[in-house]
């Protein structure tokens, strides 16, 4: 099955490899303790609305792009602000990239003297979401 990134009706196919990182290391629970004058514990617990990081990193599974596919994704994280439909394992998620972690970024998977690159280059891709 693979995965997918939509914005403004096109649809990109970003691969079936790349491995969410981050999928069981985020709580929606927020708790902060704190002490009282008397010495009590004071314990403040709630429930995020939205904000789950979702890391899908293809270095390791060699999950590639094109370079054609990678410049449409770059064009789209330079847009400020902008909501995504990610489609991952079968579910449709609203998500935008996560800037402050480098949102989507892309390596070529080999060295290449500059007039060598090409549009069917390959790069192995590290996207950042934050789900809506």
Known sequence: MSITLTYAGTTV??????????EF??????????????????????????GGPI???????????TRTECETLQAW???????????????ARDVMFDH?????????IWKLLDGEVTEELLYLPVFRFLEK
């Open 100 to 108: 402050a972690k480098k949102g989507f970024e892309a390596t070529p």
């Open 25 to 50: 290391s985020w709580s929606p629970v927020e708790q902060s303790t704190e002490y009282s004058t008397t010495g009590a514990l004071l314990v403040d617990v709630g429930v995020k609305q939205a």
């Open 55 to 65: 890391t899908l990193d293809g270095v390791e599974t060699k999950a590639w792009l």
């Open 77 to 91: 994280a330079r847009l400020p602000g902008i909501e995504l439909t990610l489609t991952l394992r079968g579910e």
């Open 13 to 22: 196919e970003i691969g079936d490899r790349l491995q969410w990182t981050d």
